[in-house]
C-alpha cells in the first residue's frame, strides 16, 4: 500500500511541474507576440496634429514633409496651445495672437513653404531651411552668402547680427544665464534640435499604432 501511495504521489508532482512549466512556456510566448507599449510618449501631442499637418502640406504638394512639419511643432509648443506651430509673428502678429491650432497649422506651414521655396531658389541645405523658420528668410541669404550650408557657427553670427540691431528687443529676457545669451535673436540650435525630433520620431510608434513614423520626409 505503501509503494503504491508514494507512485501515486510521485505522478501527481511530475504532472503538477510539468502544469507549471507549460504554463510558464505559455506566459513566455505571449509576450514575445505582444508589441511593448510606448509609455509617456512625449510626441503623444503633436501626433495628433499630424493629419491636418498632411493634409494642409498637400494643399502645397508637399505633405512628403510632414514627419518634419511634426518635428517643428514639437519644438515650438510640443503640441500644447491655441499657437502649436508659434505661427502668429510669421503672419506679423504678436506672439500667440493666433489662439485656434487649425489657423496655426494653415500659418506654419505657409511659413514653412515660404523658407523651403526661397531656400532652394538660393540653393542652400535643408539644415537652413529648418533653422529658417525660427530665424527667418534673412538667415537664408545670410547662409546664401556664407557657403550655403548651415552651422550654429553661422546661425549665432547670423543673431549676433539681429541683436546689436535691436539691442533692446533681443535681451534673452535679460538673462544672462540663458543658454542663447548673448545670442538672443532666435535660437541658434534650432536646427538640430528639430533634426533631433525627426530622429526620434521615426523610433516612437504614431496614434493609430500600424506604423512606425518615418524620416523619409526628407
Do not use: W
Amino acid at each position: 500500500m505503501k509503494k503504491r501511495r508514494r507512485k501515486k504521489f510521485k505522478l501527481f508532482f511530475v504532472l503538477v511541474m510539468l502544469f507549471c512549466a507549460l504554463a510558464m512556456f505559455q506566459n513566455y510566448f505571449q509576450q514575445q507576440d505582444s508589441p511593448l507599449p510606448v509609455k509617456n510618449d512625449p510626441f503623444a501631442d503633436v501626433k495628433k496634429y499630424r493629419p491636418l499637418i498632411h493634409n494642409e502640406l498637400a494643399k502645397y504638394h508637399l505633405e512628403s514633409h510632414t514627419t518634419v512639419l511634426v518635428a517643428l511643432m514639437q519644438q515650438e509648443s510640443r503640441g500644447k496651445g491655441g499657437d502649436p506651430m508659434q505661427a502668429s509673428e510669421s503672419a506679423g502678429l504678436a506672439r500667440n495672437t493666433i489662439t485656434d491650432p487649425k489657423k496655426s497649422i494653415q500659418v506654419g506651414v505657409k511659413h514653412f513653404q515660404s523658407v523651403l521655396t526661397y531656400g532652394n531658389q538660393k540653393k542652400v541645405d535643408f539644415q537652413t531651411i529648418i533653422q529658417s523658420y525660427n530665424m527667418g528668410i534673412g538667415y537664408i541669404n545670410y547662409v546664401a552668402q556664407h557657403g550655403g550650408k548651415h552651422s550654429e557657427a553661422l546661425a549665432k553670427e547670423f543673431s549676433l547680427q539681429r541683436v546689436k540691431e535691436k539691442p533692446n528687443i533681443y535681451t534673452c529676457g535679460g538673462n544672462k544665464d540663458n543658454f542663447r545669451y548673448p545670442y538672443c535673436y532666435g535660437d541658434f540650435t534650432y536646427s538640430t534640435k528639430v533634426t533631433n525630433n525627426i530622429q526620434l520620431l521615426a523610433d516612437t510608434v504614431p496614434v493609430t499604432g500600424t506604423e512606425k513614423t518615418t524620416s523619409g520626409s526628407f
